[in-house]
């Protein structure tokens, strides 16, 4: 069982900077590809970053290419997601998920991740 905790939400103006951290419970966190995904209302959720556990491969959505960046410190049981040139468009729920797919063709599908988080709201106003 691995708990997510994420942190590092808010309200943004357009073109700011937020970084949210997810932390986890579980002694096997360096095993698991670790992926943020974003919910906006009546939307289906996207996967907007994801990252291997030795972080040799990194996955990003069209949508969040050069503006966001995914990291993790095994050491910390930690990933972040640091999302520079916030849009409007960036609001949404965001939820850090944990899984042990390594093969980024999986990453964008829900299915693929077996731990979620509770979520982070983040508000971008124009």
């Known amino acids: 069982q691995v708990q997510l905790v994420e942190s590092g939400g808010g309200v943004v103006q357009a073109g700011g900077s937020l970084r949210f951290s997810c932390a986890a419970s579980?002694?096997?966190?360096?095993?698991?590809?670790m992926g943020w995904f974003s919910q906006a209302p009546g939307t289906e959720g996207e996967c907007v970053a994801a990252?291997?556990?030795?972080?040799?491969?990194?996955y990003y959505a069209d949508s969040v290419k050069v503006r966001f960046t995914i990291s993790r410190d095994n050491a910390k049981n930690t990933v972040y997601l640091h999302m520079n040139s916030l849009k409007p468009e960036d609001t949404a729920a965001y939820y850090c998920?944990?899984?042990?797919?390594?093969?980024?063709?999986?990453?964008?599908?829900?299915?693929?991740?077996?731990?979620w988080g509770q979520g982070t709201q983040v508000i971008v106003s124009s």
């Open positions: 990252i291997t556990w030795s972080s040799d491969t990194i």
């Open positions: 998920a944990a899984g042990l797919y390594s093969d980024t063709t999986y990453y964008p599908l829900p299915n693929s991740w077996t731990y």
């Open positions: 579980a002694r096997t966190f360096s095993l698991y590809s």
